[in-house]
């Protein structure tokens, strides 16, 4: 399954995919470390390295059920060819980097679902899009952040229901640990579900180049190269969007913390089990904004919490256009 040495640019498209991966490993770090590093349980570097590597290795624990739903149900095989993957690709790194720039958590799963659904239009119409796969990722839009919020919130009340008599210093000595292992399990679920999202597009250009039968496992080598360079982003920080995930939505203590990782990371691990590709960002945002809920209402800052969600409501679509363009540029160059 690995391809010709003579295919210069099925390479070159791969190339820009694990580019993208790299990127969205960055781009994301701040959903795996933000509350991590806010809550000062974690240096930043520690906590890039921390979250790097449970991200590296995600994929021994998930299996590529999430890669195979983006390879084969969003977009119909039939029409897939490299430079529609090379537009879907730029398109939804494009977004990544405007979005980083400016400190948007935005989430780098739908960038790319974006970018593949409007390049695919822009070579063969809307019948190229498959509606079902499609539906089925615009309601976690709307599922991921609520059941992350609600997770981050019932945790929240059973720990502190738990610890209701122990001392303040006693509260912050446990959690400070325990909150080393929900960073983990965060990272974990992160990798588990986003770095599969590139392994689905490298599997679908390798079927449509003929390397691959449709009906074949992702290859070894995909899911190998894209969660290292995943992992390799993260460990490179994003600290625009840790800024902006950890310490301007609300402020948390170390128990909040674990609480908004424990409610996120069990929801992304039951996602990645079915193969459902959701959003990691809006995930941990609705936990961390659960967290601030039960902890102190009127410590959420609601601004930038509507700036996040109106970033989210036009990820899709923007990415879509950008890639759509992008496509519409190759074919003008014969590419």
Wanted: hydrophobic residues 60%; charged residues 10%; proline residues 4%.
């Amino acid at each position: 399954a690995v391809p010709a040495m003579k295919d210069v640019l099925l390479y070159s498209v791969v190339a820009i995919a694990l580019a993208f991966d790299f990127v969205n490993g960055f781009h994301d770090a701040a959903n795996s470390i933000a509350t991590v590093v806010s809550t000062r349980v974690l240096p930043p570097r520690i906590a890039v390295a921390w979250a790097a590597v449970f991200n590296f290795v995600a994929f021994l624990v998930f299996g590529v059920h999430v890669a195979q739903t983006i390879g084969k149900g969003v977009v119909d095989p039939a029409v897939v060819t490299p430079a529609l993957v090379l537009a879907a690709v730029l398109g939804a790194l494009l977004w990544n980097l405007l979005t980083w720039y400016v400190g948007l958590p935005t989430s780098s799963s739908h960038a790319l679902i974006g970018g593949l659904a409007g390049a695919a239009i822009a070579l063969a119409g809307p019948r190229a899009v498959l509606a079902p796969g499609l539906i089925k990722i615009v309601i976690f839009i709307v599922l991921a952040p609520l059941i992350g919020l609600v997770g981050g919130m019932v945790i929240m009340w059973i720990v502190m229901w738990l610890a209701h008599r122990a001392t303040p210093a006693r509260i912050e000595g446990v959690f400070r640990r325990l909150q080393l292992v929900s960073a983990a399990a965060y990272s974990l679920g992160h990798g588990g579900n986003d770095a599969q999202k590139t392994m689905g597009i490298i599997m679908a250009l390798l079927v449509a180049k003929g390397y691959l039968a449709s009906t074949a496992e992702v290859p070894w080598w995909v899911v190998v190269t894209c969660s290292l360079a995943m992992g390799l982003g993260t460990l490179s920080g994003g600290w625009r969007i840790v800024r902006t995930m950890g310490m301007r939505l609300t402020k948390l203590k170390p128990f909040g913390g674990f609480c908004a990782e424990t409610g996120a990371a069990s929801m992304l691990f039951v996602a990645s089990a079915l193969g459902v590709p959701v959003s990691t960002t809006h995930t941990i945002t609705g936990g961390i904004v659960g967290v601030g809920l039960v902890n102190n209402p009127a410590g959420v800052r609601w601004g930038v919490a509507l700036r996040i969600v109106w970033a989210w409501v036009f990820t899709i679509q923007s990415a879509a256009i950008v890639a759509a363009a992008v496509y519409a540029l190759l074919r003008a160059v014969k590419l």
